[in-house]
């Protein structure tokens, strides 16, 4: 049944993709104002004061599921799940990386604070979540590493 | 002959060790009489373990590591003993057959007196005495059985699926197996094991939709009481092996994913949960440290013959964590006694399998003789003799380790040569003739090539670092591979108990320090990336002991150690 529905979603990859393009064209005329500074600065800190998220809290509420050794740096997978009601926006930061802040992802009132993605990490790095939730800011973090591996065992 | 095969070497080896400082007393633990006398049962259910034999279908010798530094909390606990240390933490006495087994003491004489070990042709008796006293009894295999031999890689890891199936194996997990690629791997668990051996693992899922690739656990009656068996793969696989052998596949711990398995065990009625991980000793005690509802961690991968299991607390019980060794050297019962309908009490018992105390199983030894028959001549063909004894194991080098680098620098005129810190392949005696059989048990993976490159100081320096942080990082979640990479040529200082990437120092090369800018020829083998070309590993070693053909002991290139003295894990 997954053979079939993994060959069935390859068949409908240019439709699908077709789809996604319109979807996001809806999308970006709804989004927030594009966080220029905050996706170009370089270190940390800064992102975060673009974020307006300097002093974040940190919460339990946010949950982040991400390997603790990346099988691929090229494309970790990163979820962050947020309880903290009226989540706004999710934020991902991967301190190491030479652009810190990856993705910004805003929540329509009253959406689960869910977000799934992968992320390209050059080094072993804090990945931070930074949750805005009725105008607060909240983080928590969790550290992948990133190893040229081998050595088998 | 008169008198059996058995008697005589059993009289052979009390003969020998009276004349020797090993004497072994009538009461010691490690009395032949006594250790295969398993007791009683009672009321309960009984797990047989067996794990990283590394296709060793014949009788071998392993030499136990003399250094397994334990950094952070795992220093000073199991598996981190060796030497006397390991045998006074257990109350094993000194010179017997089970602180051979356990230790690497007085190892070449020890090593005369009682004999190889493991044989697939001796566990399949073991195994088959166990089950006539507890019957019922299930089999777990643990991985890394598929690879580690010429005939399991010649044949695909076909030859271990045979033996595995007549020594009667019930269940399974992987490592190493993968390295037979996916489609391998698929197919023979998907055609030959099918309905014979289940091949579980709970934390390998695709990695476009997560749908599990094999079955995460199995309900099995044992003598009509309900026992849930959960698979753990090695959650490293991708990164300590190629990952272009499992591209589609992602692996991890999977936490949370194994929880739920426990809890829909536990709902479905088991009465024990067992785990048969292949995490490596640190990664499970956490790991239990962590879960609730696990009975047992059966574990595998680091190669630690823990004698007896390390009992973890966690919020809602306790969690027994095994390891059972490699090579076939041993056995492990697991009696958990079964009272209103949970596990009230276990007796474990780590049986070393010695080849002279036990007949060869006839069944097995025509399989197996079967199996090699087409290769033998290959196998058989005699390369040289070393004076001296060769091992692996060990967390910084090896003698065995030592002749590959010796042979990779003298054929490739590499200035500085690596070799993978694996913890497995066989020990040889000293005298003993070094066959390409013996060459194949150190070197048979199925990504072989040798390589030469142009490396500068600071990479070398980054690739040290980042092998002695899989190794030393105070958290075993981040942990993986093996032992430390093997090197030639270069000298350096560690210190295990250092942060991430601050461990090595003090690197030279024949007395010159290593620039950070300069590029050095360095050789090694085993890269995981792909489409690497180059002679295989087996080639070159075996280029090096037929010119050389008597080998002097080799001469250890073994790191300066620091912050680890009085550590228990070094001897």
């Not at chain 1, 329509?108 to 390209?120: D, M, P, R």
């Not at chain 2, 009321?43 to 279908?57: C, I, P």
């Amino acid at each position: 049944m997954h053979h079939l529905r993994r060959t069935f979603l390859k068949l409908s990859g240019a439709i699908a993709a077709g789809a996604a393009a319109s979807f996001l064209k809806v999308g970006n005329s709804l989004a927030a104002t594009w966080n220029k500074s905050g996706f170009e600065s370089k270190v940390t800190v800064e992102a975060l004061k673009s974020l307006s998220a300097s002093a974040a809290t940190p919460s339990r509420e946010i949950a982040i599921s991400a390997p603790d050794i990346a099988e691929n740096g090229a494309q970790v997978p990163v979820t962050v799940t947020s309880k903290i009601a009226n989540t706004e926006s999710i934020s991902i930061v991967v301190d190491k990386n030479p652009f810190p802040l990856s993705s910004t992802f805003d929540f329509a009132n009253g959406s689960e604070g869910y977000v799934s993605t992968k992320l390209k990490m050059g080094q072993t790095s804090n990945v931070i979540a930074i949750v805005k939730a009725d105008g607060k800011f909240f983080t928590a973090s969790k550290e992948v590493k990133v190893t040229i591996g081998g050595c088998g065992g | 002959m008169a008198i059996s095969r058995r008697e005589f070497l059993h009289t052979l080896a009390v003969s020998v060790a009276s004349g020797f400082p090993l004497t072994t007393s009538a009461n010691t633990l490690g009395n032949t009489d006594h250790i295969y006398d398993i007791g009683q049962l009672g009321n309960g259910v009984t797990l047989m373990h067996f794990t990283d034999v590394h296709a060793q279908l014949m009788p071998n010798y392993f030499r136990e590591p003399d250094t397994n530094l334990g950094i952070g909390n795992m220093a000073g606990r199991p598996p981190h003993l060796v030497g006397a240390k390991l045998l006074s933490a257990f109350g094993i006495k000194t010179g017997t057959r089970l602180a051979h087994a356990h230790t690497h003491l007085d190892y070449e004489q020890a090593a005369f007196t009682f004999g190889a070990m493991g044989g697939f042709a001796h566990l399949a008796t073991l195994v088959k005495y166990i089950r006539e006293q507890r019957p019922g009894a299930l089999l777990l295999d643990g991985g890394d059985s598929w690879q580690g031999s010429a005939t399991a890689l010649w044949t695909k890891g076909a030859d271990m699926v045979q033996a595995a199936q007549l020594l009667g194996v019930d269940i399974m997990t992987g490592h190493w197996e993968f390295t037979l690629g996916a489609a391998r791997v698929k197919e023979l668990v998907d055609g030959t094991l099918r309905g014979k051996i289940e091949f579980l693992a709970q934390n390998i899922k695709t990695s476009d939709f997560g749908d599990p690739v094999f079955t995460p656990w199995v309900m099995r009656e044992i003598r009509g009481i309900p026992v849930a068996v959960i698979g753990q793969a090695y959650p490293y696989t991708p990164i300590a092996n190629p990952r272009h052998f499992v591209p589609d596949w992602t692996f991890g711990i999977q936490e949370e994913n194994l929880q739920n398995t426990v809890n829909d065990a536990r709902r479905k009625g088991a009465n024990a949960v067992i785990l048969l991980s292949h995490n490596g000793a640190d990664i499970d005690v956490k790991l239990a440290s962590r879960l609730t509802g696990i009975d047992a961690i059966l574990g595998g991968h680091t190669h630690d013959a823990i004698p007896q299991p390390i009992v973890v607390r966690n919020s809602s019980g306790t969690t027994l964590v095994t390891n059972a060794g490699c090579n076939g050297k041993f056995l492990a019962v697991l009696d958990l006694h079964i009272s209103n309908s949970r596990v009230s009490g276990y007796r474990y018992q780590l049986l070393p399998v010695f080849a002279n105390l036990l007949e060869p199983d006839p069944e097995m030894v025509r399989l197996i003789r079967d199996i090699r028959a087409p290769y033998e001549t290959r196998l058989s063909e005699k390369l040289a003799v070393s004076e001296g004894l060769l091992y692996r194991r060990g967390n910084f080098n090896g003698t065995f380790d030592q002749l590959i680098l010796d042979a990779l620098m003298e054929v490739t005129d590499a200035e500085i040569v690596f070799s993978p810190g694996f913890r497995w392949g066989t020990t040889l005696l000293p005298n003993q003739i070094i066959t390409f059989e013996d060459v194949m048990a150190q070197t048979a993976i199925t990504y072989p090539s040798t390589t030469v490159t142009n490396l500068s100081g600071e990479s070398m320096k980054m690739i040290l670092e980042d092998v002695c942080d899989n190794l030393f990082n105070p958290d075993p979640y981040r942990q993986q591979g093996g032992d430390m990479v093997r090197v030639g040529g270069l000298q350096y200082t560690c210190d295990p108990t250092r942060r991430t990437g601050h461990r090595i120092s003090n690197m030279y090369l024949r007395g010159k320090p290593i620039l950070a800018d300069k590029r050095y020829k360095v050789a090694g083998w085993a890269s995981v990336t792909e489409n690497v070309s180059g002679p295989p590993i087996w080639d070159v070693v075996s280029e090096y002991l037929r010119a050389n053909k008597v080998l002097r002991s080799p001469k250890l290139n073994l790191p300066k150690l620091s912050g680890v003295s009085g550590n228990p894990g070094i001897n």
